[in-house]
């Protein structure tokens, strides 16, 4: 079990590293170029994640309160963002880290998307703006995209209103 730990402990710690080698990597070389893609690829599934987990966390949290209003106890403490996700790569699991300063917000969005505070719309604006700020952090080329899944969601939407509409 230690070394598991210990093995995990290492590999976030890279990840953490690397984050910040490629916000610091202002050079033109492809390699240089090549590892800010990757880290901006990976920082676009962390922030994807970080807004699962703030609308996952957001709904546990209202059915914790929910509980415990109705025994009479104490609200628990409000749901964190983790600083860390991981995902699956080429090789296995990898970790990805994005600083708190995009995380957060990004976590505070998917709450509020899941509380219904703001529509998918805003949330994907929102969450874009961030998504920027760690493209430009990176010094990428193309801004990442996040929440392609919430935009597939409203396109799919999209496309069958105006099938329905077309039928009538």
Do not use: W
């Not at 490629?22 to 676009?44: C, H, N, P, Q, Y």
């Not at 995009?102 to 505070?117: A, C, D, I, K, W």
């Not at 430009?136 to 799919?156: C, G, H, M, W, Y």
Request: with cysteine; aromatic share 10%; charged share 30%.
């Amino acid at each position: 079990m230690f070394f598991k730990d210990s093995a995990k402990k290492k590999a976030l710690l890279a990840a953490k590293s690397a984050y910040i080698e490629a916000a610091t990597l202002k050079g033109d070389t492809r390699e240089e170029v090549a590892f800010r893609r990757r880290i901006g690829f990976r920082s676009r599934t962390h922030l994807d994640k970080i807004f699962i987990e703030g609308a996952t966390k957001t709904a546990r949290h209202q059915d914790l309160c929910e509980q415990a209003n109705d025994r009479g106890l104490e609200h628990p403490p409000p749901p964190k963002v983790g600083m860390f996700q991981s995902a699956k790569g080429p090789n296995g699991i990898i970790y990805t880290y994005v600083p708190a300063e995009f995380s957060e917000p990004v976590f505070l969005y998917g709450g509020q998307y899941q509380t219904m505070e703001i529509d998918a719309f805003r949330a994907i604006r929102l969450t874009q703006e961030i998504a920027d700020k760690v493209s430009f952090d990176l010094d990428l080329e193309k801004p990442i995209v996040t929440l392609q899944f919430l935009r597939d969601e409203l396109a799919a939407l999209e496309n069958s209103a105006s099938e329905t509409d077309n039928e009538e």
